[in-house]
């Protein structure tokens, strides 16, 4: 299983950024997906979930309304469109999965959000 998170980066407050998630190893259309973020000194933290079909999603609530979680099953990859940036967004977001009992986790991908 390898899970690849890219499009991080330095945005301003109120400002935008679209992550993505390149999977591979498994069979991507049969499980679901989140992200958690992590930011320095606090727990990692589920942010969004999306269903293997993409029909049913969860969001953390401090993110509700700002951000859309999604997935392409033709690209095995997932998205996490992050609108409406606050500071407090700013961490290092990671993709994950389960299968069979095994947590699979990317190396992340870093988000600052500053003016």
């Known amino acids: 299983v390898q899970l690849v998170e890219s499009g991080g980066g330095l945005v301003r407050p109120g400002g935008s950024l679209r992550l993505s998630c390149a999977a591979s190893g498994f069979t991507f259309s049969s499980y679901a997906m989140s992200w958690y973020r992590q930011a320095p000194g606090s727990e990692r933290e589920l942010v969004a979930s999306?269903?293997?079909?993409?029909?049913?999603?969860n969001y953390a609530n401090s993110v509700k309304g700002r951000f859309t979680i999604s997935r392409d099953n033709t690209k095995n990859t997932v998205y996490l469109q992050m609108n409406s940036l606050k500071p407090e967004d700013a961490a290092v977001y990671y993709c994950?999965?389960?299968?069979?009992?095994?947590?699979?986790w990317g190396k992340g991908t870093l988000v600052t959000v500053s003016s």
């Open positions: 999306i269903s293997s079909a993409g029909g049913s999603t």
């Open positions: 994950y999965t389960c299968i069979g009992r095994v947590n699979d």
